[in-house]
C-alpha cells in the first residue's frame, strides 16, 4: 500500500491537553472532526500508548487547540516528538487551564474546545473518543494549519541519512521510540507501534 495516499485525505493540526489528577499533559494529533451539531460533539484519535490517551481514559476530559498558520516547528517537535513521562510539555509555553483543568496554549492557536468523553473505541494503534464540546472560544483571526501545509512549509526536510564515519545500524520512531535494527529502511514502512510513516524515524547510528 502506497502509504503517501493517505496524505491526500484533509486533516487539521492539534494540540490535544489533558490532566489526571494534578498532572497536566499534552500531544499532537492530527484526527478531529465534528460528528454532530446537538450538542456539539467531535471525535479524536490518539496513539494508544501516549501517556496523553493513558491520561484522557482516566479522566475522561480533555482540550484542543487548533493550531494556527503562525505555528512553528518547535511547537509541534516539543508536544508531538517528546514524551510527557520524561519532560514537562508545558516548561517553556504559556498556557492556561479551562474549568475542568485541562491545559492549552495560548499562542499559536486559533481556537479551543473545552471537551468531555462520552465514549470510545479501541482501534490497534490508536484509541478513538467521541466527546460532548462543553465549550469553545476564539483564540486568533488566523486561518488553521492543515496536516498538508505542515508537511510543506512548517516540518524541516528529511535529515539526511548519514553521518561521515559512522555506520546506520538501526531505525527509531521519533513518536513511539519503536526501534527497527536494520541498516535499510524501506521507503513504505509503517511503525507497528504507533503506525507512523518512514519520514518519522531518525538513524541509529554505531558507537
Same mark, same amino acid.
Given at each position: 500500500? =502506497?502509504? +503517501?495516499?493517505?496524505?491526500?485525505?484533509?486533516?487539521?493540526?492539534?494540540?490535544?491537553?489533558?490532566?489526571?489528577? =494534578?498532572?497536566?499533559?499534552?500531544?499532537?494529533?492530527?484526527?478531529?472532526?465534528?460528528?454532530?451539531?446537538?450538542?456539539?460533539?467531535?471525535?479524536?484519535?490518539?496513539?494508544?500508548?501516549?501517556?496523553? !490517551?493513558?491520561?484522557?481514559?482516566?479522566?475522561?476530559?480533555?482540550?484542543?487547540?487548533?493550531?494556527?498558520?503562525?505555528?512553528?516547528?518547535?511547537?509541534?517537535?516539543?508536544?508531538?516528538?517528546?514524551?510527557?513521562?520524561?519532560? =514537562?510539555?508545558?516548561?517553556?509555553?504559556?498556557?492556561? +487551564?479551562?474549568?475542568?483543568?485541562?491545559?492549552? *496554549?495560548?499562542?499559536?492557536?486559533?481556537?479551543?474546545?473545552?471537551?468531555?468523553?462520552?465514549?470510545?473505541?479501541?482501534?490497534?494503534?490508536?484509541?478513538?473518543?467521541?466527546? @460532548?464540546?462543553? =465549550?469553545?472560544?476564539?483564540?486568533?483571526?488566523?486561518?488553521?494549519?492543515?496536516?498538508?501545509?505542515?508537511?510543506?512549509?512548517?516540518?524541516?526536510?528529511?535529515?539526511?541519512?548519514?553521518?561521515?564515519?559512522?555506520?546506520? *545500524?538501526?531505525?527509531?520512531?521519533?513518536?513511539?521510540?519503536? @526501534?527497527?535494527?536494520?541498516?535499510?529502511?524501506?521507503?513504505?514502512?509503517?511503525?507497528?507501534? !504507533?503506525?507512523?510513516?518512514?519520514?518519522?524515524?531518525?538513524? *541509529?547510528?554505531?558507537?
Amino acid at each position: 500500500m =502506497d502509504q +503517501k495516499a493517505m496524505y491526500s485525505l484533509s486533516y487539521g493540526v492539534f494540540v490535544l491537553g489533558t490532566k489526571s489528577g =494534578d498532572r497536566i499533559n499534552a500531544c499532537i494529533t492530527n484526527t478531529c472532526f465534528q460528528t454532530a451539531a446537538g450538542p456539539v460533539r467531535i471525535a479524536i484519535s490518539v496513539i494508544s500508548q501516549n501517556l496523553t !490517551c493513558e491520561m484522557i481514559k482516566e479522566s475522561g476530559v480533555f482540550s484542543l487547540s487548533v493550531l494556527d498558520k503562525s505555528c512553528t516547528f518547535d511547537t509541534i517537535k516539543n508536544f508531538g516528538y517528546s514524551s510527557g513521562r520524561s519532560v =514537562d510539555k508545558f516548561r517553556d509555553f504559556k498556557y492556561e +487551564k479551562d474549568s475542568n483543568g485541562c491545559p492549552y *496554549i495560548t499562542e499559536q492557536v486559533c481556537a479551543v474546545l473545552k471537551c468531555k468523553v462520552t465514549a470510545s473505541m479501541e482501534l490497534g494503534s490508536h484509541t478513538l473518543f467521541v466527546a @460532548e464540546v462543553q =465549550d469553545a472560544k476564539t483564540i486568533s483571526s488566523l486561518a488553521p494549519l492543515t496536516y498538508a501545509e505542515y508537511q510543506k512549509n512548517v516540518k524541516p526536510e528529511k535529515a539526511g541519512q548519514s553521518r561521515e564515519h559512522k555506520k546506520i *545500524i538501526g531505525w527509531r520512531c521519533k513518536i513511539c521510540g519503536y @526501534e527497527l535494527m536494520e541498516e535499510i529502511l524501506p521507503e513504505d514502512f509503517i511503525c507497528p507501534m !504507533c503506525g507512523h510513516p518512514a519520514e518519522d524515524f531518525e538513524p *541509529i547510528y554505531e558507537q
